[in-house]
């Protein structure tokens, strides 16, 4: 004898089937109702890392100066004081930067030095 039961509808993975008791708001208090609370997701910027010019006696401070303005985007003042900086007190902050970038630019200065003969130190370090 066939069923009288009409066909029912697939039901959904964590639905309730409203054809059964028990669904949203009978029973007790909605129990088998599940709320989810929606999380927002926040990024934490990332790390960043000064790039560090270390003085040296061999250099020269004009070789100093070229290298600011061309791979920190210093115009020629800034690049003269940062200079002078790291010439008195034994270093300089050339820029603050995220970790790959400030490593890249530390691989930059030192390949131009080392490509022109000269000593220069460049080196990262947290911010």
Same mark, same amino acid.
């Given at each position: 004898?066939?069923?009288?039961?009409? $066909? =029912? =509808? $697939?039901?959904?993975?964590?639905?309730?089937?409203?054809?059964?008791?028990?669904?949203?708001?009978?029973?007790?208090?909605? !129990?088998?109702? /599940?709320?989810?609370?929606?999380?927002?997701?926040?990024?934490?910027? $990332? =790390?960043?890392? !000064?790039?560090?010019?270390?003085?040296?006696? *061999?250099?020269?401070?004009? *070789?100093?100066?070229?290298?600011? !303005?061309?791979? *920190?985007?210093?115009?020629?003042?800034?690049?003269?004081?940062?200079?002078?900086?790291?010439?008195?007190?034994?270093?300089?902050?050339?820029? /603050?930067?995220?970790?790959?970038?400030?490593?890249?630019?530390?691989?930059?200065?030192?390949?131009? &030095?080392?490509?022109?003969?000269? $000593?220069?130190?460049?080196?990262?370090? &947290?911010?």
């Amino acid at each position: 004898m066939p069923d009288d039961k009409p $066909p =029912s =509808s $697939p039901r959904l993975p964590g639905r309730p089937d409203p054809a059964r008791p028990g669904g949203p708001g009978e029973g007790e208090g909605g !129990q088998g109702t /599940v709320v989810a609370e929606r999380r927002v997701a926040r990024t934490k910027p $990332p =790390s960043l890392y !000064q790039v560090v010019m270390l003085n040296d006696d *061999f250099t020269p401070m004009e *070789f100093v100066v070229m290298v600011l !303005q061309q791979y *920190f985007q210093r115009d020629l003042d800034t690049a003269t004081q940062i200079m002078l900086k790291i010439h008195h007190e034994g270093r300089g902050v050339c820029g /603050v930067y995220p970790k790959d970038i400030a490593a890249t630019k530390v691989e930059l200065v030192l390949t131009a &030095a080392r490509r022109d003969g000269h $000593p220069l130190q460049c080196i990262m370090e &947290a911010a």
